[in-house]
């Protein structure tokens, strides 16, 4: 049995408007796979700016918190993108894509919730 480390929080300095819009083009593309409704890209861009200045704000212990959360979601929507698209005989579920949908949306309320006036 190998042990696998948790996945550790984004680099020191990391933009936290990066990392939400990344996760923001995950799924726009997931999005896609789900036959979904998407948010306009400004909407993203406005977000973005608004998650950098809140984090800027907000104690430490709540940008570790940000910065562990964001890398946490990053590495299972990245899990889940390729098992959506790994097979490439079928075309990957709505369904699927679409819970995968609904867990990212999760994640990034959950992003914005634990920074002050970020929502």
Do not use: C, K, N
């Amino acid at each position: 049995m190998t042990h696998h480390a948790p996945p550790s929080p984004a680099p020191g300095g990391a933009d936290p408007g990066h990392q939400v819009a990344r996760l923001r083009e995950v799924l726009l593309l997931v999005s896609s796979l789900a036959d979904a409704p998407v948010a306009p890209p400004e909407a993203a861009l406005d977000e973005a700016a608004r998650i950098s200045a809140a984090y800027d704000r907000a104690p430490p212990i709540a940008q570790r918190r940000f910065d562990t959360l964001a890398a946490e979601a990053a590495t299972w929507a990245a899990a889940g993108v390729e098992a959506l698209t790994a097979v490439s005989a079928r075309p990957a579920s709505p369904a699927a894509a679409a819970r995968l949908v609904r867990a990212i949306e999760r994640a990034l309320e959950e992003l914005a919730g634990l920074l002050p006036q970020a929502g």
